[in-house]
């Protein structure tokens, strides 16, 4: 096992969007149920089969046994190419009404890396799709995501600030 930095691996490899959207197709249809907004701008995506999990104050809540986590201080939510929302404007109460709402029952779809820019565009059905750009003003560690995919069996990928995807092949019995 090599060096581990936070929640990563340094012995996790490299792969390319296509290896990724093989991944969100092996587990089709990832549909979202619920959006959770944490501190800052993060806000996850919980997708998949309902799991309980228990929270540190003990009670029970539903987590997907998929997930997608927006960790970057940078993207923007589009529906049918109109802006909806960014992460210098979202808020708890937004997340929890328009966002559930407009993310309730839709698809994964596939991932774009756009060297070009250096964005991740992430594809949902119903023309949703989220925009997420590297945190060029802080200095956001290399060894962890700006957006991180979790699968059902155990693995996951996360995109750094160097427009890199990384996986952890590491399975589990999720």
């Known amino acids: ?14 792969i390319d969007d296509d290896e990724l959207n093989e991944i969100i197709r092996k587990f089709s249809p990832l549909v979202c149920w619920k959006v959770g907004f944490s501190i800052g701008s993060m806000i996850h995506f919980d997708m998949g089969d309902r799991l309980e999990e228990k929270s540190l104050d003990g009670s029970m809540r539903h987590v997907g046994s998929a ?10 939510i589009r529906e049918g190419g109109e802006n909806i929302i960014s992460s210098e404007e979202v808020y708890r109460e937004f997340v929890e009404k328009k ?3 407009m993310f309730s029952n839709q698809e994964l779809e596939k991932c774009i890396i756009d060297n070009n820019s250096g964005t991740m565009t992430i594809y949902f059905s119903d023309y949703i799709n989220i925009i997420a750009y590297p945190d060029m003003e802080e200095e956001f560690p290399l060894d962890e995501g700006l ?20 996986i952890s092949d590491t399975l589990s019995n999720v």
Do not use: A, H, Q
């Open 1 to 14: 096992m090599g060096k581990s930095y936070g929640n990563y691996d340094m012995t996790d490899r490299i």
């Open 67 to 76: 997930s997608l986590w927006l960790n970057g201080d940078t993207w923007v």
């Open 99 to 101: 966002l559930s709402k």
């Open 147 to 166: 957006v991180d995919f979790v699968f059902p069996d155990g693995r996951t990928v996360y995109w750094n600030n160097e427009n890199s995807l990384y």
